[in-house]
């Protein structure tokens, strides 16, 4: 194959691009499924906004839902290198993290104006009921997120910084849920006060009395 620039590329080199190309439709379709849900955002809105062919993005994807699958890997993966990069930063405290954690999305969310809200519990909520593969993908995403707060909740019992009694895995998914939760009010008052009203109840279960 030739380049543009009509010299050849390598395989090497192919793969490359066309991992970059497939990388590019995932991060234009995922923000705009998030603004505005999963089957509000058509195809050929896809293509516009990306600037690719039909043709390319059925090179990369199989489907629309094969796509969607995707996006919940990007959109995780996005928690992923967050979450690692709080976890390993050995100056901050258990507590220190969770209240890190809190200021990070909430500013996210700030900067979106309270309405997008979390775009894997939108897709949760909007695909989970009708396709198999999307719950299976979301449900991973969340059981990701447990384990995120699992590790904070052992460190802050550890260090005496969290309540000796806690049972950090029931705990960490209650964390998970009730989030998710206020993340669903937020974009209904489009206001930070569910969030803030979270970490003020989170704490209080966790934090030595």
Known sequence: MKSSTGKM???????SKGELTRLHIIEVGAKLIHQQGFNNTGLQQI???????KGSFYFHFADKNTFGLAVI?????????????LLANDELSAGQ?????????????????????????????EMADISPEFAQKVNAAFTGMTVFFTKILLQGI??????????????????VNSWEGAVLRMKSVQTPEPLDNWFSFIKEIILPT
């Not at 293509?47 to 062919?53: F, G, P, Q, S, Y």
């Not at 550890?158 to 964390?175: D, H, M, R, V, Y």
């Open 73 to 85: 890997d990007h959109f995780s993966g996005f928690f992923r290198a967050t979450s690692a990069q």
């Open 97 to 125: 993290k969770l209240q890190a954690f809190h200021h990070h999305f909430r500013g996210a969310f700030e900067r979106m104006g309270f309405h997008c809200g979390c775009p894997i519990g939108n897709l949760s909520q």
């Open 9 to 15: 590329l390598s395989t090497k080199q192919i793969s």
């Open 47 to 53: 293509l516009k906004e990306a600037k690719v062919t």
């Open 158 to 175: 550890a260090s005496g910084e969290f309540k000796q009694n806690l049972a950090a895995k029931p705990c960490a998914s209650f964390i």
